[in-house]
């Protein structure tokens, strides 16, 4: 490829018709519509039929056959078998040597955070592109310390939406309050805030740009190459470098936070990252921790939608194309849960009434159920013996829980939860 060549454009629509070609697809089955409650492919919220594939791929079993019976066997075959198919089948295949990123403080101020004295740094993350200059990739950082702490301090990194420059607030709409910053530096914690567009774009435009591009060279995508959610979770560790060199924080003790499509973005990133220490996702999902064979809300073909299939690795679209469908999965949003344990992973959702439906809250809860064996092998936690607990009820004894909170699609109302558990799990006193 040479160099200077510019990366080529195709809309979203046509890299996706191109991915289809590429496999060999004619045509995807269609999505649900969350929208319009008289149309004839609305979205499913009855229960009652809500399940029709009961039956969850195995979780510990071995692809011989073999029941895992303690942490080794899960760590030395299980679990990597498990990364194997997500990456194959579902997130794509992140370049074995990605390029280097250089971080730079761009400004720096004393603010007062919650009463709590802090030092805020914008960062800017610049990726080497000396092998294809014709992308440039700048990652957007913000880090809030707090400024009088005696020694390094757990952190807590967040995938953070930006709003457009020319965005304006719907009436009414107020930021929630208090923010996650000002509730994490009340904990004495830091709080950096990862922009994951400016590593990858939100949309299938974008994927012959960003890392993804980069490493590309302005080319499409394989197959099996990463989409954006690995994308995303590939900037998030590369925060946890930067980290690891600095006095200020505790790099035993990092989690990573988001919500909905980032919510996603948290899981594969404690998936494919086993430093973060704990994670916090919330109301994340179809392709996050939402059961693909339940038919409840948004479904398997909304992702593989031109507007979505960049969140994925190309292959996943044959899932979404006749003959195969969810339960051809190999794998489910279970799998991708487990991969957190033995770490303290809090799994939330808001409430369907309340604007989460299209997230399935209870297919939530029943992936995290189904994937708390990979925290008992180590005796590190549980959820057995409960159904779907409702509202404000955190369920789940040790590292892996559960918690619906009383509003819609939002991480706000379950922060103050989430920082008592990682306080918990993490010993911080
Ligand atoms: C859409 C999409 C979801 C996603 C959500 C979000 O609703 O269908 O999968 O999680 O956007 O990120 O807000």
Do not use: C
Request: hydrophobic share 40%.
């Amino acid at each position: 490829m040479a160099q200077n060549e510019a990366p080529v454009e195709l809309t979203a629509e046509e890299d996706h018709r191109r991915m289809l070609d590429l496999l060999g697809l004619e045509a995807l089955r269609p999505g649900r519509n969350g929208m319009d409650p008289e149309a004839e492919n609305y979205a499913n919220y009855d229960e009652a039929t809500s399940n029709p594939y009961p039956d969850l791929p195995p979780l510990m079993i071995t692809e011989n056959g073999e029941p895992v019976t303690g942490p080794q066997m899960w760590e030395e075959t299980r679990r990597p078998e498990l990364v194997g198919i997500f990456s194959e089948e579902i997130y794509g295949h992140a370049p074995a040597v990605t390029p280097s990123v250089t971080w730079e403080v761009v400004a720096e101020r004393e603010e007062t955070v919650a009463g709590v004295p802090a030092i805020v740094r914008d960062y800017v993350g610049r990726v080497d592109n000396s092998a294809y200059p014709a992308i440039e990739v700048n990652i957007d950082m913000t880090l809030t310390l707090p400024a009088e702490a005696e020694g390094p301090v757990p952190a807590i990194v967040s995938f953070i939406f930006r709003f457009p420059a020319n965005w304006e607030a719907p009436a009414g709409w107020e930021p929630p309050s208090p923010s996650a910053t000002e509730r994490i530096l009340s904990r004495g914690w830091a709080h950096a805030e990862l922009v994951p567009t400016t590593v990858q774009a939100d949309n299938g435009a974008g994927l012959t740009k960003g890392i993804i591009g980069l490493v590309n060279k302005g080319q499409p995508r394989d197959a099996d190459d990463w989409g954006a959610l690995r994308a995303w979770a590939w900037g998030a560790s590369r925060v946890l470098d930067e980290f690891e060199g600095m006095k200020e924080i505790d790099e035993t003790r990092v989690a990573i936070e988001g919500l909905s499509r980032y919510g996603k973005a948290a899981l594969v990133t404690m998936a494919y990252d086993e430093r973060f220490a704990a994670g916090f996702s919330g109301s994340s999902g179809e392709a996050g921790a939402s059961l693909y064979r339940r038919d409840n809300g948004e479904v398997l073909e909304n992702v593989a939608s031109s507007g979505e299939y960049h969140w994925m690795g190309g292959n996943f679209l044959k899932y979404a194309a006749d003959p195969l469908g969810w339960d051809d999965l190999p794998i489910d949003a279970h799998s991708l849960i487990a991969l957190s344990a033995p770490r303290p992973l809090f799994v939330g959702t808001g409430k369907s009434e309340e604007g989460d439906a299209w997230v399935d809250p209870v297919g939530i809860f029943m992936a995290t159920k189904a994937a708390s064996p990979a925290w008992e092998l180590y005796g590190a936690g549980s959820i057995h013996d409960v159904d779907f607990p409702g509202e404000k009820v955190e369920v789940g004894e040790g590292a892996i829980v559960f918690r619906q909170q009383e509003g819609g699609h939002s991480n706000h109302l379950n922060w103050e939860s989430f920082l008592d558990f990682a306080k918990r799990e993490w010993a911080d006193e």
